[in-house]
């Protein structure tokens, strides 16, 4: 049975540091490489074909949160507990120095899980927050990352491949008894339609919130999901005299519409086609582009944040609320 | 107004920006096609413009919306920095593009303005908030303020503000005098004194360094600093505005402004909130703190230098009196190095050396702490005087970031010791791309934050500083050019510093 120990990830990461390190020198560069590290990112593959997926992410987050990156690749199960280490490594464009990121992969048999994860918090940089990823549907076992959970700052997950958003909610109810703060990526991929709404609503110049009498989230799908029911909760929370409405709509995306109207007031966007929103009621931009949110952009949007989200915190105590309030 | 504000998610984009139509005086000139323009083609790429947001450009050159937008798109296309430029993006933001041609001095063009300013409010909802942004020469600011004001275009259903490049003034007393000229129309809280420098993010990152760290503003005082240089240079020359610059000189056009409000940074209390006034009033405060120079203190602590020709990496660089346009006898000032002393208690003896030239080495600009040797040499380093003061470096162009120098064990046998540098650099640690000083200060000025932006009580109290200066060196006839181009600077730069016992970096 393959061993992997952290002295010896830590020995060959040492290694590959002075190799290039060495390889400068003898180039006679003047600035070498810079090591850049902000934060230990630790990433649960949901599968072998996602995990190829996650290291492409991953690569492409390293430009704008450099980090120790620890990716848990599942394996089958006749497969070898194994690590490889990887210097990423780029030249900014006009600079002298080439910047690398450490990225440690972890072959993960499914039966091994435990012993891997025995291994990350010999792994992680010091001092430095710890962030987990769980990829896919693989959060909803958070029990088997609980080991990781005094070490993490913050656990990211995504509740969009749920169908059935009565059950997002509880399962991220369950995730936040620890210490560590969630993030759902699915509120993330929001903020596009967010701040276009609080744009217009601001250029509407609309003097009392109070008079709104409805908001209503048009979605795709059956049911409304956990998107849909973020967003009605966030509306209703500025809004606090509205109703909650929502409508099934064919369309592409988790959210297609949103209407708020109410005292002479009427706002309306409307996903067309694409990443083309149109906007009718006050406002005087009547298109804008609203680009879906890649994997990409969503999770740098929430490894930029530090510290407590109060807006999603209080908007998912409401979005549950209102989950319970629509279940049969 | 409460629920609007629970809309507002400033962790993940931008608090509210209010509506408002940007007027741009000089629209057809050099900063606004390369700069301004860009700028704010930026903020509308990443939707930080509200939707109800228009610009409206001016100068004499005859032209349609249509025209103005064309010329504004290739110069977004050709002046844009880190990042491309997408049709689709332009063509929604160009709709709120006009234009209206006309003489700066010419009253019946601010009736058309005003004409214009009414429709935008309605087709475009600005709500009546105007930004009057004067890119024009600075010899037009107090005329065309006073033309804004008697076109009763200062005051309307919305907020009226006014932007203003530097120079603001020539000396002490010119600088009064715009001033009066300004607040005629304009209240100081409506006038936003633009110093880019201000806007960039290293400079900025030197509030949060000083005072968002607990390890540093106790070591940031006389006892443990030596001295601090503050070098701006710049390679090139004057780049054809020859005959412009011999009017003003290193020392007003970089140290008056940008490089005294920077060292106003370094040097400052921290102030009790971090609220426009209260960061400006400790900025102010510091630069009131700046010894004022008598004649003779003047000729000791500043030195003016005039770049000759040379010949570098195998090209001819003309001198700075062979450049078009520039008198062949001109005294203007290439190269201004200067000694500052700050009386007040933290810095009391400590030399602030400041320098700014054209034709050096290289573009480089940081600030250098360096403190104080320790109190007794136990290792010989590698400069064989056992003592290698730590020094902090700043760096605000080209490589962002901040270094610290400090001396470590060579590997091997024996005790020797080497200088070393820990560094952080911006590019490497925040990815992402900054904004520039422009999308920084413009945006300020949309949302009425002027903390970035200066303050007449500090544009009064730097012309204090380098006034004795300015009229020490308008009574001397220099021996220019006294520097080759693609050097340090003039010797006597350097002798300025070693009769402190100190030397300039090599940046």
Known sequence: ?328 | MAGFDLLSDPLRFQVRVPPCACVIFGANGDLARRKLLPALYRLACERRLPPAFAILGNSRTEMTDEAFRETMRESVRQFLENSSFDDALWSAFSRNLFYVPGDLHDPAMYAVLGRRLDEIERTARTAGNVVYYLSTHPGHYAAVVERVGAAGLHAGRGWRRVVIEKPFGRDLESARELDRRLHAVFPEKDIYRIDHYLGKETVQNLLAFRFGNGIFEPLWNRRYINHVQITAAESIGVEGRGAYYQQTGSLRDMIQNHLLQVMATVAMEPPAVFEPDAVRDERAKLLRSVRIFTPEEADRNAVAGQYGPARVGGVEIPGFRQEPGVDPDAQTDTYAAVTLFVDNWRWAGVPFYIRTGKRMPKRVTDIAIRFHAPPLALFPDAAGDGVSPNLLVVRIQPEEGISLRFLSKQPGKGMHLRPVSMDFHYGASFGARPPTAYETLLMDAITGDATLYTRQDMVEASWRVVQPVLDAWSKRRFDFPNYEAGSWGPKEADDMLARNGHAWRTP
């Not at chain 1, 430009?63 to 394996?75: G, T």
């Not at chain 1, 440690?104 to 990823?133: C, K, M, Q, S």
């Not at chain 1, 006050?282 to 490894?303: G, N, Q, T």
């Open chain 1, 1 to 328: 049975m393959a061993a992997v120990q952290p002295q010896s990830i830590l020995r060959q990461m040492a290694a590959q540091w002075a190799a290039l390190a060495e390889a400068g020198a003898s180039g006679k560069s003047e600035a070498g490489v810079m090591r850049a590290c902000s934060m230990n990112l630790v990433v649960a593959a949901e599968d072998e074909t996602d995990a190829a997926r996650a290291c492409q992410t991953v690569a492409a987050l390293m430009y704008e949160h450099p980090s120790r990156a620890i990716i848990l690749k599942p394996a089958t199960r006749d497969a070898a507990l194994d690590a490889q280490v990887i210097l990423q490594c780029w030249m900014p464009s006009g600079e002298r120095r080439q910047i690398c990121c450490e990225r440690i992969e972890i072959t993960v048999p499914e039966a091994r899980l435990d012993e891997a994860l025995r291994v990350i918090p010999g792994l992680l940089a010091p001092d430095l927050p710890a962030v987990l990823w769980c990829r896919g549907r693989s959060w909803l076992q958070h029990e088997r990352f609980r080991r990781l959970h005094p070490l993490l700052e913050r656990i990211v997950v995504d509740s969009c491949p749920l169908q059935n958003a009565s059950q997002v909610f509880p399962a991220l109810a369950a995730l936040r008894q620890g210490k560590a703060r969630v993030a759902d990526l699915s509120w993330t991929r929001l903020t596009l339609w967010r701040e276009s709404i609080a744009n217009c609503v601001s250029a509407c110049l609309l003097e009392d919130s109070g008079a709104v009498r409805t908001v209503e989230v048009r979605h795709t799908g059956e049911r409304p999901s956990a998107a849909a029911l973020y967003l009605a909760a966030w509306l209703l929370r500025g809004f606090r005299n509205a109703s909650p409405a929502f409508r099934s709509v064919p369309g592409d995306g988790q959210v297609a519409g949103v209407t708020i109207q109410g005292g002479g007031f009427h706002l309306d966007l409307q996903r067309l086609h694409g990443d083309t929103v149109r906007i009718s009621g006050c406002a005087a931009m009547e298109a804008v582009s609203l680009p879906h949110a890649s994997e990409e952009r969503s999770m740098s949007e929430e490894l930029a944040i530090s510290g407590s989200d109060v807006t999603f915190e209080q908007t998912l105590a409401l979005a549950a609320g209102l989950a319970q309030r629509m279940q049969p």
